[in-house]
């Protein structure tokens, strides 16, 4: 087994190791109190062409991997994770229209995801009463001559407001179940497709998460993304891969909140030298860095597999449930060694622990992923 990532794969994750601290870790703060999306940050990544890791340079990509894109979105998140977000919801957006797309979609969509003439993609599948049980979506796509008509709501989509297409998962076929349900790509400010409540959330404030709502939304038959009825798999194959962005990015946050434990230790002294001598801290430093590691191994395992064409589903839920809640206890942790400095924004431990928190929620909860991994080893 080699446990070591390529030339390469190392030169892209050290050159947005420093992009990042150098223009992404300064803004972090800026953007977490202005909750303001990071529109300079994406321009910058575009041209570093890290808004199409995932597609061929034909479309404008640059093709770097999943297991470089694993390793690039961890870095992005250690600086800041509502850039980290957005970027990674972008790129499963641009390979979802590369994997499912026809070759007029590609070529209208994805050049204008990866070059940033589109600040993000979106992706619209939960919905009030439809979160972890996708099955039961309510929003419908009624044929209407050449168009399909799209009615209904979808609430949390991150990037909602500002994307310039948006992958809306509908039903066209409600007798059919899970073969009924139907992907279309909807461009921003098309008429009908109106942008609701912004959500104010307890962290990664600088990613915008939306309520969208369709009232009489007319969309094209050319803007059905696959075939009629494939809508179902669309979101899950996607899920997959985003489960491995979402691992990857909870994963950067933790090893931030986790270098800046180990830094505070070290320095702050308590009974006549540093915290770091006394074995309580050593542990939970420790721990934390054992855990870390063995999410990035899980995390890089399902980036490889996906890489490499192989069946990713259990493995992609593995890494994500394990790495973003290693995430979360490394940042509870991190807040516990700074005492009560980690409880003020004096330090920048508190906005990791507020950032990490919903990495166990959206992209399937943690639940979910346990259902996924028990029903593939049950099966």
């Known amino acids: 087994m080699n446990f070591q990532i390529t030339d390469d794969q190392k030169m892209i994750r050290d050159m947005v190791r420093d992009f990042a601290e ?21 321009k910058k990544m575009a041209d570093l062409g890290l808004m199409g890791m995932l597609v061929p340079e034909e479309y404008g990509g640059s093709n770097i991997g999943a297991v470089a894109y694993s390793l690039a979105i961890t870095e992005i998140g250690k600086a800041c994770a509502s850039t980290g977000v957005t970027t990674s919801v972008t790129n499963m957006v641009a390979d979802c229209i590369y994997k499912f797309g026809n070759e007029e979609q590609k070529q209208k969509y994805i050049p204008k995801i990866c070059s940033g003439e589109y600040l993000a993609g979106a992706f619209a599948l939960t919905e009030p009463g439809a979160g972890s049980d996708a099955s039961a979506l309510k929003t419908t796509a009624t044929e209407d001559g050449d168009y399909f008509v799209i009615n209904g709501s979808k609430i949390f989509i991150t990037s909602g407001d500002v994307a310039g297409v948006t992958i809306v998962i509908t039903v066209t076929d409600k007798e059919l179940g899970a073969k009924g349900i139907t992907a279309f790509l909807v461009e921003k400010d098309t008429p009908g497709m109106i942008v609701g409540k912004k959500e104010e959330k307890m962290g990664q404030s600088g990613s915008t998460t ?78 934390d860095a054992t855990a870390l590691d063995a999410a990035q191994l899980l995390v890089l395992r399902a980036a490889w597999m996906k890489e490499n064409g192989m069946r990713i589903t259990r493995e992609a839920s593995m890494a994500k449930v394990y790495a973003t809640e290693a995430a979360n206890k490394a940042c509870a942790n991190a807040i516990q060694v700074h005492g009560g400095y980690g409880y003020t924004k004096e330090y920048p431990v508190e906005r990791f622990y507020r950032d990490a928190r919903i990495t166990t929620i959206y992209e399937g909860t943690s639940e979910i992923q346990r259902l996924v991994i028990a029903r593939d080893l049950l099966k």
């Open 210 to 287: 939306v309520e969208l709502a369709f009232d009489n939304c007319r969309v094209h038959k050319s803007q059905m993304l696959g075939e009629r009825g494939q809508g179902f798999k669309i979101p899950m194959t996607a899920l997959d891969g985003g489960r491995i962005g979402i691992g990857s990015l909870a994963l950067g946050i933790g090893k931030a909140a986790h270098e800046a434990a180990t830094s505070y230790a070290k320095e702050r002294t308590a009974f006549g030298g540093p915290i770091a001598q006394f074995q309580a801290i050593q542990w939970m430093l420790a721990d």
């Open 22 to 42: 150098e223009q992404l870790k300064p803004m972090a703060p800026v953007l977490d109190v202005e909750h303001r999306f990071p529109t300079e940050n994406i």
